[in-house]
């Protein structure tokens, strides 16, 4: 055998669609069946509605787009509209627990599946940790916020732990009891996570109404004005320089046109997280039709909310007015109503649990797929006998989330995990370009697998969702590309030192036995 084919035998050799449900790979039946579409929406809206939706619109307003962010937020929804239709017709095919890994392990072969696979365990570990964080932020002001609107000077932190509480740097107790409780909510039952879900999902959606309702009761079409202000150049630090700024040699600007799509970019981060419903296809009853389905109706519905609160806030206020760091709070203080921070804050804390306990499912799911593939250790594969989860790679989920949380801790300040958000974006777009290219080579070479759902205009439609990633990607901050090259750079050795040769599909080829490890734990 040539060094070339020995090559494509050992890293690109691809899964057969049979096989990530067939009886050498454990099956799709490993895990129990618990969500309908119903719950696939409520998962959907749990991961893409969080803080953000208090915070982001407000802040692209009053620094890059002003009342045009409007427009940002429909080009970002169909930016990533684009990309869920391809996960969609992927999950409708392979409704498997690795969602874009797994696609990407049947159309590109083992060695891009894994490189998928790295790019997934990033953006979801670093969310969660990331996520923490900024609950624990969140939590100290609704504490204090309770004590300031109720006139009780007796509500708030405890001076005990004050030092170690709501802080973006140092120690921080409240991000870790969070991710602990979260991790155990998730280690001991997908159905406790359920309930837990739908309770928090409903609370801030509520939220969300009377915000919106909040303010549009204010709304005044004089603040609209000008829609799209004149555009004025920005300074940046070589730390903020963009790829397309290399690539162009210009300069960022905020406000006119560019502004608006300046904005997209940052906006497009809100709706990333419907690609994790995917993760619970391998979970859900009629896969193939529901995952779609709960998919594309949930990312429908977030986009709404997003802009139904980007329309109350600036037609509230003039963007000029906006307080970027708190840009809605700030809005209902200037029309009189200080008592709607109290919601705000609720929403937010609410909406922030609900991010952490989503991308620990997720997380956790991804985990077990590579395991159970073999390239990863294959105790993470093992489902508990009496929670009928992997108990294992959720508390592992749950203890690198914890230790990614207090990262400056253990890198004497200097750096702070708050400072990496742009690496969780970067690893989710970098899994939306394989998947988009995974439709229409999948349609090549197997027009005949059954698809429950089908993406209309291939090749078209793959494409036009490629550019539009690529172009987020080209938004993304040089910084964040040299730590996503060093972070693939580990991964492959990763991969050469023990994935490669513990492959399950390997040993499948070599005819050599192949151990059950998604077993059940007794």
Not at 72 to 90: N, P, Q, R, W
Not at 116 to 131: K, S, T
Not at 310 to 338: C, E, H, I, Q, W
Not at 489 to 507: D, E, M, Q
Request: with cysteine; charged share 10%.
């Amino acid at each position: 055998m040539s060094a070339q084919a020995s090559f494509r035998n050992n890293v690109l050799r691809r899964l057969p669609v049979e096989e990530t449900a067939g009886p050498h790979y454990g099956g799709r039946h490993r895990l129990s069946l618990i969500y309908q579409t119903r719950d696939l929406i409520v998962l959907g809206l749990g991961v893409m509605v969080g803080a953000g939706i208090f915070k982001i619109a407000g802040e692209q307003a009053a620094t890059t787009a002003g009342p045009a962010v409007v427009v940002s937020f429909v080009i970002a929804g169909l930016a990533c509209l684009l990309s869920a239709l391809s996960y969609a017709e992927l999950s409708s095919t392979m409704p498997v627990a690795g969602s874009a890994y797994s696609f990407a392990y049947v159309a590109f072969g083992e060695i891009w599946a894994w490189v998928i696979g790295w790019a997934l365990l990033l953006e979801l570990q670093l969310a969660a940790a990331v996520v923490g964080r900024a609950w624990s932020l969140y939590a100290t002001r609704l504490i204090a916020d309770v004590g300031t609107l109720s006139g009780v000077s007796a509500i708030h932190v405890p001076s005990a732990i004050e030092g170690v509480a709501g802080h973006e740097t140092g120690f921080d107790l409240f991000s870790l009891l969070i991710l602990a409780v979260l991790a155990l909510v998730v280690a001991i039952g997908a159905r406790l996570s359920l309930y837990a879900l739908w309770f928090m999902v409903l609370a801030k959606v509520i939220a969300i109404g009377l915000v919106i309702a909040g303010g549009l009761l204010f709304f005044h079409p004089a603040n609209l004005r000008p829609f799209v202000p004149p555009a004025r150049p920005l300074p940046a630090s070589g730390g903020d320089r963009t790829v397309l700024d290399l690539v162009t040699g210009g300069a960022p600007h905020a406000f006119g046109l560019f502004g608006v799509f300046a904005a997209t970019s940052a906006i497009a981060f809100a709706y990333i997280g419907f690609d994790l419903i995917a993760t619970a296809a391998e979970e859900t009853r009629d896969a193939p039709r529901r995952v779609p389905a709960g998919m594309i109706v949930s990312l429908l519905i977030a986009i709404a909310l997003y802009i139904g609160v980007a329309v109350a806030m600036v037609g509230m206020v003039p963007y000029g007015r906006l307080n970027p760091a708190t840009p809605l709070t700030s809005a209902f203080t200037a029309v009189g109503k200080d008592g709607m921070a109290l919601v705000i804050d609720v929403g937010a804390v609410v909406g922030l649990a609900t991010v952490i306990l989503v991308v620990m499912v997720a997380q956790t799911r991804v985990l077990f797929a590579m395991a159970r593939d073999g390239l990863l250790p294959a105790p993470l594969a093992v489902i508990s006998g009496r929670y009928k989860v992997p108990t294992r790679a959720a508390l592992l989920v749950g203890g690198t989330a914890i230790a990614l949380s207090q990262v400056d801790v253990w890198t004497f300040g200097k750096v702070s995990v708050l400072t990496l958000q742009q690496m969780i974006v970067i690893g989710t777009l970098f899994a939306f370009l394989f998947v988009s290219a995974g439709v229409p080579v999948l349609r090549r070479a197997r027009p005949d697998l059954p698809r429950g759902f089908r993406v209309p205009g291939v090749p078209v439609t793959p494409v036009l969702a490629i550019a539009a990633t690529g172009w987020l990607m080209l938004n993304l901050r040089l910084r964040t590309w040299e730590y996503f090259g060093i972070w693939m750079a580990f991964g492959l050795v990763v991969y050469l030192l023990y994935g490669r040769t513990n492959s399950r599909l390997r040993h499948l080829l070599d005819g050599r036995p192949v151990h059950d490890h998604g077993r059940h734990r007794r």
